[in-house]
């Protein structure tokens, strides 16, 4: 494993960390918007909240996967219509 792809394997880590920790606090908005009351920016929070969640996790998981050598590359497509409806691979 060279050093760059320990290095992405990391920082996938780490977004994911940061993913679990932005649901967490969007969550906890959420028990804060039901049991205060919603404001707009109240609301706002736990939208930015979630769409950090949902952004760092990707990116975290794909980081993950490429460190791993396990992402397709965009070039390959095993999609049925690319086969023609062919069972199988």
Do not use: H
Not at 14 to 41: D, H, K, R, Y
Not at 43 to 65: D, P
Request: hydrophobic share 55%; glycine share 18%.
């Amino acid at each position: 494993m060279t050093l760059g792809s320990r290095a992405l394997g990391w920082v996938g880590s780490a977004l994911l960390i940061a993913s679990a920790v932005a649901t967490l606090w969007g969550v906890a908005l959420v028990g804060w918007l039901i049991w205060v009351g919603p404001t707009a920016t109240r609301v706002m929070a736990a939208l930015v909240a979630f769409g950090a969640a949902i952004g760092a996790g990707l990116t975290g998981a794909v980081f993950r996967k490429r460190a791993a050598g396990t992402l397709l590359p965009s070039d390959v497509d095993l999609s049925v219509g690319f086969r023609g409806g062919q069972g199988g691979l």
